[in-house]
């Protein structure tokens, strides 16, 4: 079916064949890799939102030591390269687990590589989003806020029902953001020998020596992650801003 | 609290390079009750990791992390300049630029900022490291003593990395200048290079400078993954102790202070540099 385009492009056939799903190919091991990838990004997005909601609300809302706290946390995480926090937190947490299982009389476990890594991004995903968070809240209208106190909403049902709702557009470009940094910041547990995509691609191009093709082929996935999850922010952002007026066109 | 003013302060710039208001709001900042017990536990804590935890090694390394240091400082510094002066070219050409100059720009940019760096940093080393040998002109060249060596695929990933995030940057911040100072530009007769050099880049890089700050400071964080194609940079002498010694917290711990310092630096001078030039509105 194919012939004539390999006829054109001799090299063909050979990177199709090093891409093939099936053994003796090695794309069935990088879609598994984007698999594990997509996985630990979503898992790491989550925990960073709940983490970035307790730590926006704390930094507004808590008293004098929390918000320091917080401001300790977020400027720590945001100036100390992942690879570092991703190590440290990745042996840390393995000690302390192991050293809380031993006090309790239990064996010492393997961290499972999908759980560490949620973690571990996590933890950096929620300082950045506590900060995206945290503007955000700031810049929704102090009146809706009061409308909703003078209703008897208690401080749950006022976030549930206005401060989050009227947040969550001017959060979301800030999210959308945050997203496309887990999806690539999951590229660094490769160095802690977790096989997601980027060491998923480098085992295929050591071993076929074929760099190029899979590097490459590697690139491609990750765009396509990156340019459609773009994508489905744009729309979700769309659809929270429907009731927004319109931009006024011409004015400053 | 009343041996309150021995307390040492950490974050105070030294007398002089700033005025003098702000010093003092530092001041009131830091002699906050709660936060004096903060700062005093925390010197705690430094005092107790520091006669407690295992030190010995650093003496032995401590050529090698220097050395290391200043290897990553001046990847830093050198793939900044380098990609900035990308980076400029990149947004005139989606701001401003025709469409078959604009649409190369804009896929570069789409791409670098859609993958990630350590997968541009293997690409360039292992792609690029196996594929020049094959050529008997490139081998025989003198750049080959160069080519051979890893620092030159981690100055071009980092540079390239840089130039794709700071064209995206100064696109807007070319947009941005209003189309008035332009116009009275070329109402003076300048021509269109002058327009660019005396008009346009100075405002652009003006509105630009804080966003170039925060990019700046997470290019630093970018910078230990040259690690990974065995250029020795500071982060690589911190896994060399571990690979050693077998220690692994003491070397992570002074490496994140380190990284943590040289942010505080990267912020500082941004912050000068912002106030020297003041976004005006």
Redesign the interface.
């Known amino acids: 079916m194919l012939d004539w385009l390999y006829t054109l492009a001799p090299g063909l056939e050979n990177t199709v064949a090093l891409l093939s799903l099936h053994p003796p190919g090695w794309g069935g091991n990088l879609l598994r890799g984007a698999w594990a990838s997509l996985q630990i990004a979503a898992g790491a997005f989550g925990v960073g939102l709940l983490l970035g909601t307790f730590g926006a609300l704390g930094k507004l809302n808590g008293g004098p030591v929390t918000r320091d706290l917080l401001a300790v946390y977020t400027t720590v995480v945001r100036a100390v390269p992942e690879l570092i926090l991703i190590l440290i937190i990745y042996y840390a947490g393995t000690d302390l687990l192991n050293q809380v299982l031993r006090a309790l009389g239990q064996r010492p476990v393997e961290v499972s590589g999908v759980a560490a890594g949620i973690f571990v991004l996590g933890i950096v995903q929620g300082a950045y989003a506590t900060e995206v968070l945290r503007g955000a809240i700031q810049a929704v209208d102090k009146g809706q806020i009061e409308a909703g106190r003078a209703y008897g909403m208690g401080p749950i049902t006022l976030f549930r029902r206005v401060t989050f709702p009227a947040m969550l557009p001017l959060a979301l470009p800030g999210l959308s953001n945050l997203w496309l940094i887990a999806t690539k910041d999951t590229a660094l547990l490769a160095i802690v020998g977790f096989s997601e995509l980027t060491l998923e691609t480098r085992q295929a191009a050591g071993s076929t020596r074929a760099y190029f093709t899979f590097f490459l082929a590697a690139g491609a996935l990750y765009l396509t992650m990156t340019l459609i999850s773009g994508r489905v922010f744009g729309w979700i952002e769309a659809h929270y801003r429907r009731g927004d007026p319109r931009p006024t066109r011409g004015r400053a | 609290m009343t041996t309150s003013p021995n307390v040492p302060q950490p974050n105070a710039p030294r007398p002089g390079t700033l005025p003098r208001a702000p010093l003092r709001v530092l001041w009131r900042e830091i002699m ?1 009750p ?2 004096l017990v ?1 700062i005093a536990l925390a010197l705690g804590i430094a005092t107790y990791a520091g006669t407690t935890m295992r030190w010995h090694w650093i003496p032995r390394y401590a050529d090698l992390a220097l050395q290391g240091f200043w290897r990553t400082i001046w990847l830093l510094a050198l793939s900044c300049v380098l990609g900035f002066m990308l980076a400029i070219p990149l947004g005139l050409a989606q701001a401003a630029g025709p469409r078959y100059l604009a649409i190369p720009a804009r896929t570069f940019c ?2 670098i ?8 940093l ?2 360039i080393y ?2 690029l490291g ?2 020049f040998p094959q050529f008997p002109m490139i081998r025989e060249s003198e750049l080959w003593p160069y080519l051979r060596q890893a620092w030159p695929y981690a100055l071009l990933a980092l540079t390239l990395s840089y130039a794709g995030y700071e064209g995206e940057v100064m696109r807007g911040a070319f947009r941005s200048v ?1 189309n008035g100072q332009l116009e009275a530009g070329r109402a003076f007769g300048m021509s269109r290079f002058a327009i660019l050099r005396r008009i346009w880049l100075p405002q652009a890089l003006q509105r630009a400078l804080p966003t170039i700050g925060g990019e700046t ?1 997470l290019q ?6 040259v690690a ?1 194609i065995t250029v020795i940079d500071i ?1 690589a002498v911190a896994s060399r102790v571990r690979q050693d010694t077998f220690i ?2 003491e070397p ?2 002074l ?2 202070v380190v ?2 310092m040289i ?2 630096l990267l912020t500082l001078v941004f912050r000068l540099l912002e106030r020297r030039y003041p976004c005006g509105q």
């Open positions: 906050q709660h936060r903060l789409t791409i900022r859609g993958t990630p760096l350590l997968l541009q293997w690409l292992f792609g196996s594929l209003p400071v630093m964080k970018a910078t230990p993954l990974t982060y692994i917290y992570l711990l490496l994140a990284y943590l942010a505080g």
